[in-house]
């Protein structure tokens, strides 16, 4: 057999195997006990309007922790780069950190170890305050990474040409070296912000209430009192409303990136 006749005998049985897989389990799968778990139109109805201030909830808590993440990553991320040992030092001490923690373990640190370590301190924003530092911190850690990997990316060109014209060092990286380098790492911080949608559902941990509460905490709320998992699936259309655009995004993002 030729290359090619291989390729498209592999290519079949692939699709073959697919196919089947998927026969088996359509037969095997007890559809009216699924209709029954999952698409209860009145249930998934009930949840509208009340839904909505969760879904918003999480959008904000996604755009919170994501603007700290930047303002502590990117300085984090020039600190990485340092040629000052103590700077690289603590960037790296930090990063290590920080990605290395769970989001959750943040979160409670956060939300109930400072508290208990310095009594009496109040957070800006409450809960929302809360949200934006905890999964701020370890998003910051994942951000200063990828904005570090893209400062390293710049030609060394650029930085050599930028001090030739009597440019200082803090200018270069500034005006030069970082625009180019945030540039870059677009499409990994469109991944960062689709994965902090998703760390929005570990905020219940800080005991969130009804004007704060996020998509997942509600549709959990609305499994127990109905006894029914549609508000599950609800719940999960609604992040997908959320994460499958910005994936989009970030595809769009990197495929132009590669084209220039």
């Known amino acids: 057999m030729t290359p090619r006749q291989r390729r498209r005998l592999s290519r079949a049985i692939q699709y073959a195997v697919l196919a089947a897989v998927v026969i088996v389990l359509a037969v095997v799968a007890d559809w009216g006990r699924i209709a029954d778990s999952f698409f209860q139109l009145d249930i998934a109805a009930a949840m509208f309007p009340a839904v909505w201030t969760p879904f918003w909830n999480?959008?904000?808590?996604?755009?919170?922790?994501?603007?700290?993440?930047?303002?502590?990553?990117?300085?984090?991320?020039?600190m990485r780069v340092s040629t000052f040992g103590p700077y690289r030092w603590f960037a790296t001490g930090y990063v290590e950190i920080f990605r290395g923690l769970p989001a959750l373990l943040v979160l409670f640190l956060v939300g109930f170890g400072v508290p208990q370590a310095f009594p009496g301190i109040q957070y800006p924003g409450g809960v929302y305050g809360q949200v934006a530092i905890g999964l701020g911190l370890t998003s910051s850690a994942y951000i200063a990474e990828s904005v570090r990997a893209g400062i390293q990316a710049v030609p060394r060109g650029q930085i050599e040409a930028a001090?030739?014209?009597?440019?200082?060092?803090?200018?270069?990286?500034?005006?030069?070296?970082?625009?180019?380098?945030?540039?870059?790492?677009?499409?990994p911080l469109t991944n960062e912000l689709v994965m902090l949608t998703k760390d929005s559902s570990l905020v219940f941990v800080l005991g969130v209430t009804t004007a704060t509460m996020e998509l997942s905490k509600f549709a959990r709320n609305e499994l127990t009192s109905e006894a029914?998992?549609?508000?599950?699936?609800?719940?999960?259309?609604?992040?997908?409303?959320?994460?499958?655009?910005?994936g989009l995004l970030a595809r769009r993002l990197e495929k132009r990136g590669e084209t220039r």
Do not use: D, E, K
């Open 58 to 78: 999480t959008i904000v808590y996604t755009l919170l922790a994501f603007v700290f993440g930047m303002v502590v990553g990117v300085p984090i991320a020039l």
């Open 163 to 187: 001090r030739s014209l009597g440019m200082s060092h803090t200018r270069t990286m500034v005006t030069v070296v970082l625009p180019q380098a945030l540039r870059i790492v677009i499409p």
């Open 228 to 246: 029914n998992a549609t508000p599950l699936l609800v719940g999960g259309l609604l992040y997908l409303l959320l994460t499958i655009p910005l």
